[in-house]
């Protein structure tokens, strides 16, 4: 009885599958702002911390490539979806996210993407950081953006923007024409990716520090443009940083710490 099989089978399938798509669904709820979306599953507090917080970074992250939050990037329909959602796994799954990730930027997409977690990680660390990368890819470019600057560039967004990271007390430390050509997702060495990400960002907080946005966002897009980065320093810093010595030299009196007595 081949016909009977057939519709005991297609009886089954529609009684488990909307069991099946509720376990599985996530009930969205908007709360928008001028620059974000931020899509929740209920909690209206976190939303709105979340898009007040999004909506402040927005305009130190602008500024510190020389852009203000009047240019008109990111509203209306080019607004960026913040996902939080309900839990660790369900961010996981949608995102095809590995167990440890805490979250995920998505510039084609232009969505950030997390889950609701207690404590301030999301909202002081990973919210700057991945807004970093996506205003970076969006207002100055990807193409040839290397990894030591956008590493560098989020993490001195999520740090308190005051003083130059300093680097390990170990002394270690990469030549800065190493640190500009290393791609460091080849890096199975913990210890060398460590001290990547916190050189990248004293580097970058030192550029920021000492010449302004303008200048930075202008050493950005020339080597968007396809410049050495000999040709970003003297077009971007050409009176206090004309080369990669005089960075090299004045860095690291800058980070270097007078030692201990
Ligand atoms: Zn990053």
Request: proline share 5%; with cysteine.
């Amino acid at each position: 009885m081949p016909h009977r099989n057939i519709l005991l089978v297609l009886a089954g399938m529609t009684v488990l599958a909307p069991l099946l798509r509720a376990a599985e669904e996530v009930v969205w709820q908007k709360t928008a702002s001028t620059h974000f979306i931020v899509m929740h599953t209920g909690d209206e507090t976190l939303a709105k911390a979340v898009s007040e917080r999004a909506e402040s970074y927005y305009s130190t992250i602008a500024a510190d490539l020389g852009y203000t939050r009047y240019q008109n990037f990111w509203l209306w329909d080019k607004r960026v979806k913040i996902m939080i959602y309900p839990t660790a796994a369900a961010f996981a799954t949608a995102c095809n996210a590995p167990s440890w990730a805490a979250g995920r930027a998505n510039a084609k997409k232009h969505e950030i993407a997390s889950y609701k977690q207690s404590g301030e990680g999301f909202l002081s660390a990973l919210l700057p950081h991945e807004m970093s990368h996506l205003i970076l890819a969006d207002f100055i470019g990807e193409e040839n953006i290397p990894l030591w600057l956008t590493e560098g560039f989020a993490q001195w967004e999520e740090s308190d923007r005051k003083s130059i990271p300093a680097m390990p007390s170990s002394g270690q430390r990469f030549s800065l024409k190493d640190l500009m050509t290393m791609d460091i997702r080849r890096e199975a060495d913990r210890t060398r990716v460590g001290l990547f990400y916190a050189q990248s960002a004293s580097v970058v907080g030192f550029l920021i520090k000492t010449c302004g946005g303008e200048s930075f966002g202008k050493f950005c897009r020339t080597l968007r443009d396809g410049k050495p980065v000999e040709t970003a320093l003297a077009t971007a810093f050409p009176r206090d940083i004309p080369s990669l010595e005089t960075l090299e030299q004045k860095w690291l009196k800058a980070v270097t710490l007078p030692p201990k007595k």
